[in-house]
């Protein structure tokens, strides 16, 4: 018997504006401790996905219109982000929106911002953040400076500071060099196995996270078209052709 997953997605559609539908029945299940990737082209619906487990959808005027989310036992479709956020679920939004004219430490305190366990604590993680992230250490200015992989590093070290059990990241690669990209890929690995914390990850570079998750949903035109676990997605002959680049 198997223990209930940590996320999942029942059957949701999504609709923008009352009119626009994206997303037709999409499920997913994301296990305690597992990193799973959602993949899938432009327009697919993985951020809309997202969006809808973080609650980031009603900002956008967008509204879980059928079936349900379920984290930990409990359903979350369409509540206040803050009361997600409250329960342990962070998303890093797609293009790492940190706060430019604010040093790195005051954009690691918005990381906590739903936390009530005070200041020293706070002071602590920040240190852990940064001892994960050497590189923001020595950045004192504004985050505004910070190059597109520190800046990608911060929005991730925000997360962190929520202390959450689900972190729902969007295109961490995203305009990113393979160098840096193997270096973001490589702290997500080690977030997960060292301090425990669940992903779903949402890409475009299929092989980065393939090589990361455990297991991987292919959306397309708001639905899921393919899953399995990753060694089999990567050796299945049309996710080659169309994810892989051949190879
Ligand atoms: P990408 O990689 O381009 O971000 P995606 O798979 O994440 O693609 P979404 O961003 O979820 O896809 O978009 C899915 C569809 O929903 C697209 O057709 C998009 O135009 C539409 N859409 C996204 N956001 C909104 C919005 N706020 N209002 C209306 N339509 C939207």
């Given at each position: 018997?198997s223990?209930e ?20 029945g ?7 401790g597992?990193?799973?990737?959602l993949?899938?082209?432009?327009g697919?619906g993985?951020s809309t996905?997202l969006?809808?487990?973080s609650?980031l ?5 967008g509204?879980v219109t059928r079936?349900d989310?379920?984290?930990m036992g409990?359903p ?5 982000p803050e009361?997600?956020v409250?329960r342990g679920?962070?998303q890093?939004m797609?293009?790492r929106r940190?706060?430019?004219d604010m040093?790195?430490i005051e954009n690691?305190?918005l ?6 366990d005070?200041?020293?604590?706070q ?5 852990m953040?940064l001892?994960y ?8 200015g504004?985050a505004?400076?910070?190059s597109?992989?520190e ?5 991730i070290?925000?997360a ?6 689900l972190?729902l ?5 995203m305009g ?6 193997k270096e ?5 690995r080690?977030l997960?196995r060292e301090?425990g ?8 570079n299929?092989r980065?996270?393939?090589?990361a ?5 292919i959306?397309e ?8 676990s990753a060694?089999?997605?990567?050796d299945?002959?049309?996710?080659k052709e169309f994810y892989?680049?051949?190879g």
């Amino acid at each position: 018997a198997s223990a209930e997953p940590l996320l999942s997605v029942n059957n949701i559609e999504v609709i923008y504006d009352d009119v626009i539908l994206v997303l037709r029945g999409v499920s997913l299940a994301v296990p305690q401790g597992e990193i799973v990737t959602l993949l899938g082209p432009n327009g697919a619906g993985k951020s809309t996905t997202l969006k809808a487990i973080s609650g980031l959808l009603r900002t956008e005027n967008g509204k879980v219109t059928r079936g349900d989310i379920r984290f930990m036992g409990e359903p979350i479709a369409n509540a206040a982000p803050e009361s997600i956020v409250r329960r342990g679920i962070f998303q890093v939004m797609e293009g790492r929106r940190i706060v430019e004219d604010m040093t790195v430490i005051e954009n690691l305190r918005l990381g906590a911002f739903t936390r009530t366990d005070g200041a020293r604590a706070q002071r602590r993680d920040i240190d852990m953040v940064l001892d994960y992230f050497p590189r923001l250490r020595e950045r004192t200015g504004l985050a505004g400076y910070l190059s597109g992989g520190e800046q990608q590093m911060l929005a991730i070290g925000r997360a962190m500071m929520a202390r959450p059990r689900l972190i729902l990241l969007d295109e961490p690669s995203m305009g990113l060099s393979p160098l840096l990209v193997k270096e973001v890929f490589s702290i997500i690995r080690t977030l997960n196995r060292e301090l425990g914390i669940t992903l779903l990850l949402v890409e475009q570079n299929a092989r980065m996270a393939l090589g990361a998750a455990s297991f991987g949903y292919i959306m397309e035109s708001g639905k899921v078209v393919m899953d399995g676990s990753a060694p089999a997605l990567m050796d299945n002959e049309d996710v080659k052709e169309f994810y892989l680049g051949g190879g």
